[in-house]
Structures are given as structure tokens and as C-alpha cells.
């Protein structure tokens, strides 16, 4: 497989920029605090001058970056906020789909923390940790629709202690969605554009009503064609939001229904990932045979229900996907009894109903040696894989060669958010609580590949009789966090903040339909049932906000955050960093008694900047730079997941901890109204501690410890080097702009034996807004169109670690597409 990678030419210019970026100091900063603008929809903006493109907190004592609606819908309209943010400082986004709404392949760092390490909100509800088939939560493209989205805040490195996540250990990414618009209003939009696109969004607004109320109503139906294969992503999606204002506060109510459909490819196997006998066969792209069902069996050239050999693990499944339905309502209301002083309440309630389904080849994985504990009968000369077991096990699962596999879900989680913020002289206290009840399950359940079961494409639920349900995984968990805060302003220059967050949990599994074995397994697989609590009372938070002059600030920032223990996760099954799939009641015990929860240090220290300028074409200079330091303890990992196909003892312990060292500068130039130039630069250094112990080996007759050593080694898939650019242009109806996203070289195996190049990422977006003041009904019309990867390149988007070294597994790049959006307002 190859890839391109940047030339040095290239990297010079971009670091050239980012020095350019520099000399402003960091990112646009904010005339506002954060928790004016979550109040405050942003004002309409000049239409002859250029908009802000990133917006800094300037009131937070740590590091917090907002882009604005209208530069999320620049980056591609219906992007997702989280491939939004990907031009933020420190932030590392690939996804193999240009709007970023991929749930399988997508991959999200922030200073070294991975998606399942930081925090989600939309609107204050809590999303979960983002995984792939979570257990508590849902993507954020799934709990709003892209045009509904206000803004996108990311703090990185420590979020506000009021976010509800049990996951939060390196900062959080917070959305927030639209107000009602207090006019009358229809807004229509459509997207058209490579491979088919089809994007609709009709939202309608009510405008001021009577007794104070306003609200929308939104629907949304997307249709896509994968760039590699006959897959179509299809979704659709319906927002609700009412406000109503009254004199001593505001009623607010959301309601998102969203269902899609999301076919996947398979990642590419690398290095050891792959069969000696296909150890040439690394293709860039694994599309599935789906529609063409007869190539599904005639591919099957390696015997019956067997992939060819010389394709190794890189053969073509026939097809698979993730068929996602959900359902995401709150009711807030913020209550002002007095001037200085609200209270507020919100309740929310979340239900997913979801699975994840592939069909392939019976034999693969070693799959036959599972079936072979459910269908003993069926095995012919005492082997799974012998020429008459397998014609047997293809029968089973209806003669093509192919079984189809589901991971099924369900999410059932209400929950209740009360915060206070009360000034009072000098001090602003802050305090609250989040309660949330959750219970998600799981089945893996294996259907004949036939008509009658309804499962011929990826599109539909599979019905009919289940060959097997291998296992049904049932959970209840009970999270809570508490915080309290307290933000003294000791002189009008100077704001110190002290505060903390407790987070506790007490979580339950049991299994309804256990993992079956047969009798000459000798270490049979069992999942545990049992209940972990796991407490942390007290987590500290300390900031200080200088304000040096009325354009200068200085902020510094500790904070201690701790991440739950899962019920399942890390690729939507058991064989994950979950306790629960441990294989056996006693390894489970073990875990109880032996291992903590991932915790993390996190300090920051930061200057910003806002300044009016006159040095020639620079009209003003906006920014910030921010340093810091992670000390990440207690990393779990799973040493050696169960295995049902080689049964043996598993390991899911503590294995020490990370240090990572990092400093973000980013800054805004203006010239004059119509030209701004953001760049962001980012250096990070996210190393392991220590090396860790796994297992043990007979060196001479004697049982030695095996030591892998990580001790020194980079985290995999965090780069050292980013840069991001957005130069942008605006002249009276017209405005366009180009962005780049760099980043470097990324580790992919634990001992960085092997890597993936760096890859520069560049986006043309160019739109125009007619004048229709006297064109009757229409309002407002413009045209925007947009080109993702504008110099068609190839690489990695997304890259899996699967081991200490040797091996490892890639998503391609999509290349070079084109959108044209058109919108108009009645």
C-alpha cells in the first residue's frame, strides 16, 4: 500500500504560516465570557466584512476555543462539529468521509487523549464517550442535525467542572444548538455533489408567538455514495426546540429523532496483521461485494465458506454496516428569582436502539471453532475447519459460504442536571449535580445468509431464526458527579477559581445467555457477573485570570479528572478494556480487588491577546499560546483479552502511566475588513512511563516475566507536529476561503517500530449571497460550493494499533470531492 507524504517544501511553508499565526500570539479571542455567549445568540454579522473564524474564551482560566456556526458549515455544509474542530490547535480528526459523521473509522485525539478518554455534551446533555457501539451515549451528528449547531466549544486539557462525563480525562468538547429565531421563517437547503450526494435540510421557525414562545421544527434526509464502494450512507434526522422567555426565566424544549444507516469498509491489514501467505496482498481500499450477492459466493475460492489464501485477512466481505436509531429529548428551565442568582434544571432522556452487522465468509477468524461449541454434531474427523465440517457449517447458515453476524444494542438512560451560579459581591459560586441512570445491553446473535432472515443487504434488520446467539450482555449503572466552585474576583485585575467535582459510580453486569464451550476447552469461557463501585470524592480544580492590560491576559489552570470503568466498548464488543469481559468470574474478582480507574493531572498556563494594529496591511493581531503538562496514571490495558477460539487467562490490569509535554500557539491576523489569515501550531510530546509486564515464558527450564518495553516510547497516533491554516476572504456578496490541516508523522505499534507519514489535508470553499431585499417571498439565497482534499491525496486517514509491534491496520484517505449547497430563506 502507498502513501503519499508531504514534501519538505510544503512543510516549510505551512510552519512559515504558523510562524506568521505567531506573531499574532494565538487564536481570536472573545469580547465575551464563555457563559455569555452560551446565553447570547451571536449577532448578525457585517455581510461586506470578513467573519471571525475562531473565537477564544476570555474570561476562562484554562484554554477554551469556540468555532462559530457559520465556519462549521464552511468546513463542508453538514459537517459534523467534531470534523469541525479538526482545525482547532492540538486536535488530531480523520475520518475516511468527508463530513466526519463515520462512526467506525473515525479517530479523534486531543494532546494525546483518544475519543474514549474526553467529554461530550450537547446542550448539557452528556454524550457518552463517542466509541463506536457505546454503552451511554451517541454521536453528535446523531443528537443534532449540522445546521441546527450554534457553536462547538473544545477545552482541551480540562473542562469545566460542570460537565457530565464519566469519561472525562483530557478536556471536552461541548455543542450547543440554535435558538428559535424570533422572525418567521422558512430555511431550505440542498447539497449536491460527488458519488451521488443528495442533502436536504427544511427547517421552519415560528418566530415570537404568543405568551412569550418560539420554536423550530427541522428535517433532515441525506443520501451518499461511498467513494470506494456500493454503499449508500442514508440517514434521516428530526430536531424540535421551543423557548419560552418569562420574566423570572426560560423554559426550554429539544426533542432529535435520527435513524441511519452507515455501511462500512473493512480496515487493511499491515505488516503481522496479515497471513504469511498474503503477506503481499495490502490493498489500499477493502470495499464489500454488496449488491453483487454472486460474487459474495463465487469470491469463496479457498474451499467451502473460505476466503482466497492468497487474500489473507484482506479478503472482501460481502457487507456490513451500522444501522443506528435514536431517540434524544431534555426540558431545561433556567430560573432568575433575583438579580445575580439562577437556578437551573434539566431533565433528559435518551433511547437507542442500534446493531452493527457483517456478512461474510464461515470461515474466517476462526469462526468455525466457535460454531463448533453450539453445532458439535456437525463436526466431521474431529476438526471445525475439515472439509466436511465446513460444508456442514455452511449449510447451517444457508449454502452460500457466508453467515451473517449481528452486534445488537439498546440504550435506556434519563437523566438530571441542577446547577446554581450565584454572585455575590466579589464571588461567583457555582455548584451542582448530575444524576444518570443507564441500562444498556448487548447481544451477539449469527443468522443464516438468506432471504427468509431478511439480512440479504445491509440495509435491513435481519428477522427470522437466529442460528445462534452466542452471548446477551445485560447493565445498570447509576453515575453521579458533584461540583462546586467558587470565582473570586480579589481585585479587578485578578480572578482566582477553586473547585471540585466528585464522581462516583456503581455499576452492574449479568448475562441472561453466557458464551457456551465445549468439554475439552480447558479454560472455558464464563463471563463474570458482579457489581463494581468505583468512588473518586474529591477532584480538585484550581485557575487563576490575570488581566495584565485591557488587551492582554495571562491564565494558568490544575485540574484532576478520573475515567469510569466500561461495561463494554473499544470496538462495540467484549474483547475490550471492559472488566465484564474478562472470560472467567475469578479474573473478574481480581480485577476488583487490584485495579484502579485511569486518572490524570492536567496543568496549563496560557497568554492571550487582542490588539488593534497598524503595521501596513495587519489592521489587527488576535491570539494565544498555551503550554502544558499531562501526567495520565493508571492506563489500563488489555494485556491479553479473552479469546474464545484459544481460550486462555485474561489480563485487563493497570500498566503505569503517560507524561505528555505540549505547547499550542495560534493566532488570528486581520487586514482591514475583508482578509483574515488563523493559523495554529502545535508541538506535543506524549510518552509512556514505563515499560509493563506481560505474562511469562520458560527461558531454560525457569517461568521469566516477559517485559515489553513502552518506557520512553511515543502513544501511538498522537503526532508531534500540527499545523492548521484557514485563510479567508469576504468582498460584499462574495467570500471564500482555503484551509489546511497537517499533521505529522503518527506512531502506530506501542515499541514505534512502524509509522504512518505525515499528510497535509487542503479545502476550497468559495460561496456568494444575492441580494434579494426586493425579490418578493424569497428572503435570501446563496450558493456555496465546496472541494474536500483539494489535492487528491493518498495516506492513512485513520489508523487501529493492534499491537506491541510488528503489525497494525488502515483506513484510506477519501479523495478529492465536490459539493455545491444551495439555501434559501422564505
Keep these: 500500500m502507498q502513501f503519499n507524504k508531504t514534501t519538505s517544501r510544503q512543510a516549510a511553508l505551512w510552519c512559515s504560516a504558523a510562524l506568521l499565526g505567531l506573531m499574532g500570539g494565538v487564536m481570536a479571542s472573545g469580547a465575551q465570557a464563555a457563559e455569555t455567549a452560551a446565553a447570547t445568540p451571536a449577532a448578525e454579522t457585517d455581510s461586506t466584512s470578513v467573519e471571525q473564524v475562531i473565537i477564544t474564551s476570555q474570561r476562562e482560566t484554562r484554554s477554551a476555543v469556540t468555532m462559530q456556526a457559520q465556519q462549521i458549515q464552511n468546513v463542508l455544509p453538514g459537517a459534523s462539529p467534531l470534523k469541525a474542530i479538526q482545525f482547532l490547535p492540538g486536535v488530531v480528526y480523520r475520518t475516511a468521509d468527508p463530513w466526519g459523521n463515520n462512526e467506525q473509522n473515525l479517530s479523534l485525539f486531543v494532546h494525546g487523549f483518544s475519543t ?8 448539557g446533555v452528556p454524550l457518552g464517550d463517542q466509541q463506536y457501539g457505546n454503552y ?5 451528528s446523531r443528537a443534532v442535525t449540522s445546521e441546527n449547531v450554534s457553536r462547538v466549544t473544545l477545552s482541551s486539557g480540562a473542562g469545566a467542572l460542570g460537565v457530565a462525563s464519566t469519561s472525562n480525562l ?10 428559535p429565531s424570533a422572525e418567521r421563517g422558512l430555511n431550505i437547503r440542498q447539497t449536491v455533489g460527488s458519488h451521488d450526494t443528495s442533502r436536504t435540510f427544511v427547517r421552519l421557525d415560528s418566530g415570537e408567538m404568543a405568551g412569550g414562545w418560539k420554536g423550530y421544527v427541522s428535517y433532515l434526509r441525506q443520501d451518499a455514495k461511498a467513494w470506494d464502494f456500493e454503499g449508500h450512507q442514508r440517514g434521516h434526522q428530526v430536531n424540535l426546540k421551543l423557548v419560552h422567555e418569562g420574566e423570572k426565566g426560560v423554559l426550554t424544549f429539544y426533542a432529535d429523532w435520527q435513524m441511519k444507516v452507515e455501511p462500512n469498509e473493512d480496515a487493511t491489514a499491515m505488516g503481522n496483521q496479515q497471513t504469511a501467505a498474503a503477506a503481499g496482498f495490502t490493498p489500499y ?3 464489500f461485494l454488496y449488491p453483487n450477492l454472486a460474487a459474495c459466493t463465487s469470491s469463496l475460492t479457498g474451499g467451502p465458506g473460505t476466503p482466497p489464501p492468497a487474500q489473507g485477512n484482506n479478503f472482501s466481505n460481502c457487507f456490513s454496516a451500522a444501522q443506528r436509531e435514536d431517540i434524544l429529548s431534555y426540558l431545561k428551565y433556567a430560573w432568575t428569582p433575583v438579580e445575580g442568582l439562577t437556578w437551573t434544571n434539566q431533565v433528559y432522556f435518551h433511547y437507542n436502539y442500534g446493531r452493527g452487522i457483517v456478512a461474510g465468509p464461515v470461515n474466517n477468524a476462526g469462526l468455525p471453532a466457535l460454531f463448533a461449541t453450539y453445532y458439535p454434531e456437525l463436526i466431521v474427523g474431529g476438526s471445525p475447519t475439515s472439509a466436511g465440517s465446513l460444508a456442514n457449517l455452511v449449510a447451517l447458515f444457508g449454502g452460500t459460504g457466508n453467515e451473517v453476524r449481528t452486534t445488537e444494542y439498546h ?3 434519563p437523566g438530571a442536571l441542577s446547577t446554581v451560579d450565584w454572585t455575590l459581591g466579589d464571588h461567583q459560586i457555582k455548584a451542582g449535580f448530575w444524576f444518570e441512570h443507564n441500562e444498556p445491553t448487548q447481544q451477539r446473535a449469527w443468522y443464516p445468509f438468506s432471504a427468509a432472515n431478511n439480512n440479504l443487504t445491509p440495509y435491513d434488520v435481519p428477522r427470522g431464526k437466529k442460528a445462534l446467539v452466542q452471548y446477551a450482555a445485560e447493565f445498570f449503572t447509576n453515575d453521579v458527579q458533584l461540583h462546586f466552585q467558587d470565582q473570586w474576583r480579589i481585585i479587578p485585575q485578578l480572578l482566582v477559581q477553586v473547585g471540585f467535582k466528585s464522581s462516583l459510580q456503581d455499576a452492574t453486569g449479568k448475562f441472561p445467555v453466557n458464551q457456551k464451550n465445549l468439554p475439552t ?8 457477573t458482579g457489581s463494581i463501585v468505583s468512588n473518586r470524592w474529591f477532584l480538585p480544580q484550581a485557575g487563576l485570570l490575570w488581566d495584565i492590560s485591557d488587551k492582554d491576559q495571562l491564565f494558568v489552570n490544575a485540574q484532576q479528572n478520573m475515567r469510569q470503568f466500561i461495561p463494554y466498548g473499544a470496538g462495540s464488543n467484549f474483547y475490550g478494556f471492559s472488566p465484564w469481559s474478562l472470560g472467567t468470574q475469578a479474573a473478574f474478582e481480581l480485577f476488583k480487588t487490584t485495579v484502579k480507574p485511569e486518572t490524570a493531572w492536567t496543568y496549563e498556563a496560557g497568554l492571550r491577546s487582542r490588539r488593534e494594529v497598524a503595521l501596513g496591511p495587519i489592521t489587527g493581531v488576535e491570539g494565544q499560546i498555551n503550554v502544558y503538562n499531562v501526567k495520565f496514571k493508571n492506563r489500563l490495558l488489555n494485556i491479553a483479552p479473552f479469546n474464545f477460539i484459544n481460550p486462555a487467562p ?3 490490569a493497570n500498566v503505569g502511566g503517560v507524561t505528555t509535554k505540549g505547547v499550542d500557539v495560534a493566532g488570528t491576523l486581520k487586514f482591514g475588513e475583508h482578509f483574515q489569515l488563523y493559523n495554529a501550531l502545535s508541538y506535543a510530546e506524549s510518552k509512556y512511563d514505563s515499560d509493563y509486564q506481560s505474562g511469562t515464558t520458560l527461558v531454560g527450564g525457569v517461568s521469566t516475566p516477559v517485559t515489553v518495553a513502552t518506557g520512553g516510547k511515543y502513544v501511538p497516533l498522537t ?13 460584499g456578496a462574495f467570500d471564500a476561503q482555503i484551509s489546511g490541516d497537517y499533521v505529522g508523522k503518527r506512531y502506530v505499534t506501542y515499541l514505534n517500530d512502524l509509522s504512518v507519514k505525515s499528510m497535509m489535508l487542503v479545502d476550497l470553499n468559495a460561496g456568494y449571497t444575492f441580494d434579494m431585499s426586493d425579490k418578493g417571498f424569497v428572503k435570501g439565497l446563496r450558493v456555496s460550493a465546496n472541494v474536500t482534499n483539494l489535492f487528491d491525496k493518498k495516506g492513512v486517514s485513520t489508523a487501529g494499533v493492534t499491537g506491541n509491534s510488528g503489525g497494525y491496520t488502515a483506513f484510506p484517505q477519501a479523495p478529492r470531492m465536490g459539493f455545491v449547497t444551495v439555501s434559501a430563506d422564505f
Excluded at 136 to 140: D, E, I, K, W, Y
Excluded at 719 to 731: L, S
Design 116 to 123: 474514549q478518554q474526553l467529554g461530550f455534551t450537547m446542550d
Design 719 to 731: 503526532p508531534k507536529w500540527m499545523n492548521k491554516t484557514i485563510a479567508r476572504v469576504t468582498f
Design 285 to 287: 481500499t477493502r470495499p
Design 136 to 140: 451511554n451515549g451517541l454521536s453528535v
Design 521 to 528: 476447552v480447558a479454560v472455558p469461557v464464563q463471563y463474570p
Design 170 to 179: 483530557g478536556g471536552a468538547i461541548e455543542t450547543f444548538s440554535r435558538d
Design 650 to 652: 485474561a489480563i485487563l
Design 411 to 413: 440504550i435506556n438512560r
